[in-house]
């Protein structure tokens, strides 16, 4: 619950110059959306605007600990503005590099130093149940705890006020892969990849089967499912096969395991593209559950494709 103190430092906090009508006792906003204009947060609703504009390194990408959020104390007045328009304002009023004419500053309340921003971050995975293409959304709860704002006359003091959520990155694991032979590393693996990711399967303790059937294999910690996202490059064979991971300009941008789960593998013999006896094996994922971390998220069927022999 929201727990709001205010400061009265005169009878009304703001009155005109002329006709003392109040123009406003307190924050008008509602969990408004979070939006970003170069390195400034801000939320705007009507005549009024919110400003937060501190170090980027404080919304980092890994989810808190339950209870433990991240802290970041204000460090100067300039971190954190309020402001009050005379017309409807948008993002254009702080974005453009040459401020507008109008709507024009009413009021400016600006955050003293010593107040604290509380952030929490959730790691939301989504999975669409029919393509499988899962949605990784990284959101940031931005809470101001004991901030003073000032404008040198009157003073706004909140115990506690939410800013609102600030969603910094979205990834989408495709898995969204060619019908295309799959490839091999080495004898315990196949993989398949699309250029940025690259889904994974390593079974050394396993041979493919040799003959006609189906076979099924559990998933486990060391016969697994690996899905990377990567972004800066275009992902080679010889890039998927070292022995590390792709450097500069790569960055890995996602990596889920999993090891719980079934690999169902049918195999049939066939002629193979040198006109050679070859076996081919259709691969599918049976409730795969990919973790990374403390996060997770589950497949109930995946078509991994199919690997041809020859």
Known sequence: MKKILVLIASLFLFQSCDD??????????????????????????????????????????????????????????????YRL??????????????????????????????????ITTSVLPSVNETTK???????????????????????LIYEEFLFGNYKSKTNILSFNFSTNNGAQCNANNLYKNNNTQLISYDYPDYL?????????????????????????????????????????PFILEEEWIATTGTVEIITTEV???NNLPALKYDIKFIDITYKKGDLSFTHDIFDFGSYVTN
Do not use: W
Request: aromatic share 6%; net charge negative.
């Open 208 to 248: 493919l089967p040799t003959t006609a059937g189906t076979t099924s294999i559990n998933l486990d910690a060391t016969n697994k499912i690996t899905y990377k996202m990567f972004s800066g490059g275009t992902l080679t064979n010889v890039l998927i096969c070292s022995t590390t991971s792709p450097d500069s």
């Open 133 to 155: 293409a899962t949605t990784i959304n990284y959101i940031h709860q931005i809470k101001l705890i004991n901030v003073q704002f000032t404008n040198g006359e009157n003073n």
């Open 85 to 118: 328009y005379n017309e409807n304002v948008n993002s254009t009023a702080i974005c453009s590099e040459i401020p507008p004419a109008s709507p024009t500053v009413l009021e400016e309340y600006k955050a003293l130093p010593g107040g604290q921003i509380q």
């Open 20 to 81: 003392g009508d109040l123009i406003l006792k307190t924050f008008n906003f509602n969990n408004e959306t979070v939006q970003k204009c170069n390195n400034l947060l801000f939320v705007s609703k009507d005549k009024e605007i919110l400003i937060l504009n501190i170090p980027s390194s404080i919304f980092i990408d890994e989810p808190t600990i339950e209870g433990t959020p991240r802290i970041y104390t204000l460090a100067n007045s300039e971190e954190l503005v």
């Open 271 to 273: 002629t193979g593209s």
